[in-house]
DNA sequence: ATAAAGATCATT
DNA sequence: ATGATCTTTATG
């Protein structure tokens, strides 16, 4: 069943981080459904947290969807060419996010093979932030959607998962301190894991 | 108006 | 370790 606001609303953002491992993020466009079991997340925890973006309440025209309500899809363009999606978590002003990080292929496999422009079936089909997104067409302009709304969606499949490991987060050495933190949680032992770099 | 950086990825 | 690629943000 699909996630409810009560489960976005979470004021513990590194909770719903890890709650977040094994439900399966889906998305419908124009008739096509994919979909993919959430392996690797990352929580960002707003104002206090030097590596987000809402760091120090930074509000800007992008940042500005951090603050919506938990249960909002934050989609932002980075490095020119990738498309990273998020969770919006917490209540409305409290600019607190769980980054996906890594998917395994669940529903519409054929046509995220399709939309990553790849022949079959490989490793890198949906393992990091920026290969997920296009594997299920997820675009800047999905930004600002409702998860409970709109044809994105989270859902609860109970599917059972095994231990989870934690880790600094991946490229946040600009955070200082906090890029220490272990804001990182992934499914052990999982092959769709990202490569940590 | 300009410049610099960036929650990445593939390749060497 | 480096290059591709371009939006977002801060600064002037």
């Known amino acids: 069943m699909k996630l409810d606001y009560s489960f976005y609303q979470n004021p513990d953002v590194e909770d719903v981080a890890q709650k977040l491992l094994g439900k399966v993020l889906v998305t419908q466009f124009n008739g096509i459904l994919t979909s993919g079991k959430i392996v690797e997340t990352e929580a960002y925890a707003g104002p206090q947290d030097k590596a987000s973006h809402a760091y120090n309440g930074r509000r800007t025209k992008r940042t500005e969807i951090m603050y919506r309500e938990g249960g909002t899809a934050y989609v932002y363009f980075i490095y020119g060419m990738y498309a990273l999606f998020n969770v919006v978590t917490n209540v409305k002003d409290i600019p607190h996010a769980v980054l996906i990080r890594a998917i395994e292929p669940v529903d519409g496999i054929e046509?995220?093979?399709?939309?990553?422009?790849?022949?079959?079936?490989?490793?890198?089909?949906?393992?990091?932030?920026?290969?997920?997104?296009?594997?299920?067409?997820?675009?800047?302009?999905?930004s600002g959607l409702s998860l409970i709304k709109s044809n994105i969606r989270i859902e609860d499949r109970n599917i059972k998962i095994s231990d989870i490991s934690s880790g600094p987060r991946i490229n946040v050495d600009y955070a200082g301190d906090d890029a220490l933190l272990h804001r990182r949680f992934w499914i052990k032992q999982n092959p769709w894991v990202s490569k940590a770099r």
Do not use: E, F
């Open 111 to 142: 046509n995220m093979i399709r939309r990553r422009k790849l022949k079959d079936v490989k490793h890198n089909l949906c393992a990091g932030p920026g290969l997920l997104t296009q594997a299920l067409g997820i675009t800047t302009k999905h």
